[in-house]
């Protein structure tokens, strides 16, 4: 399916927010997602199923001054 991730067009094969970020290279990553302008918990993340034209974003935690 087709989804925008961070602003670009990305196509996944997993049918869930977790599924999806493995995918991409986030599995294992400490991240904040929000799906389509609404924040997804990391447990809930294997329970979000996504649909065409969904809008992903993921943010990494910076660290800085």
Do not use: H, S, Y
């Amino acid at each position: 399916m087709r989804i925008e991730v961070n602003g670009e067009a990305r196509e996944v094969a997993g049918p869930t927010l977790a599924d999806a970020l493995g995918e991409l290279g986030w599995g294992p990553a400490r991240v904040a997602t929000a799906l389509n302008g609404a924040f997804v918990p990391k447990a809930a993340r294997a329970g979000t199923a996504l649909k065409d034209g969904d809008r992903l974003e993921v943010l990494a935690p910076m660290q800085g001054g």
